[in-house]
């Protein structure tokens, strides 16, 4: 009986440990050869869950389910992976040598496709956030995606240009990550472009 509340408690606190601001994104994680490993983090509305066959006497809003989906694959080459189709959030590497990179470009716009993979629309996210956080202290979940790329020396510079509301490049050890609030990228502008370089 544990073990089931447990497992039914799961996903719950996947969601709180990662934050109403932090919910989705992107983690990459790269190899010096070039190959490595994407985990891609989605805010979805389910249809249903196990959570809901195993609890009796409630009656379930129709409109009331959020969901993390999480799923995770390998490449080969870094300059393989594109998020939203052509002309989606793309990396361009540079291997080798004393200082090896990676710059990444975001699109942006109302449409892009990479955004719409992560997150549905602001509507969508500021009702769910009722459902992920019932003391209504998140007002819109998902409202923050983090881009993460973990490399294999220490990160020496994360920098994105030009800036944006809310945009910010940063780095710790052997990891860099980009904050993009949603709202920002949908408004659209200029390509965001994420210079990261490790030794």
């Known amino acids: 009986m544990k073990t089931s509340r447990i497992l039914l408690l799961l996903p719950l606190l996947l969601l709180t440990a990662c934050g109403g601001g932090e919910l989705v994104g992107v983690h990459i994680a790269l190899a010096d050869n070039g190959t490595g490993?994407?985990?891609?983090?989605?805010?979805?509305?389910?249809?249903?869950?196990?959570?809901?066959?195993?609890?009796?006497?409630?009656?379930?809003?129709?409109?009331?389910?959020?969901?993390?989906?999480?799923?995770?694959?390998?490449?080969?080459?870094?300059?393989?992976?594109?998020?939203?189709?052509?002309?989606?959030?793309?990396?361009?590497?540079?291997?080798?040598?004393?200082?090896?990179?990676?710059?990444?470009?975001?699109?942006?716009?109302?449409?892009?496709?990479?955004?719409?993979?992560?997150?549905?629309d602001r509507a969508t996210r500021v009702r769910l956030a009722k459902v992920y956080d019932p003391s209504g202290k998140t007002r819109e979940a998902g409202e923050l995606i983090r881009i993460e790329l973990e490399v294999p020396g220490d990160v020496v510079a994360s920098a994105v240009h030009p800036t944006g509301r809310g945009v910010e490049a940063d780095r710790e050890r052997k990891r860099a990550f980009l904050l993009l609030p949603a709202r920002t990228i949908a408004e659209g502008g200029e390509e965001l472009v994420w210079d990261i370089t490790w030794r």
């Not at 249903?48 to 799923?71: C, D, F, K």
């Open 37 to 120: 490993t994407v985990t891609a983090r989605a805010l979805v509305e389910p249809e249903s869950n196990r959570a809901e066959a195993a609890i009796q006497g409630v009656g379930w809003t129709p409109n009331g389910r959020a969901a993390l989906l999480a799923s995770q694959g390998t490449f080969q080459q870094l300059s393989d992976v594109v998020i939203g189709g052509s002309g989606g959030l793309r990396f361009s590497p540079t291997l080798g040598g004393e200082q090896p990179s990676v710059r990444v470009y975001v699109p942006r716009g109302p449409n892009v496709d990479w955004l719409r993979a992560l997150v549905p």
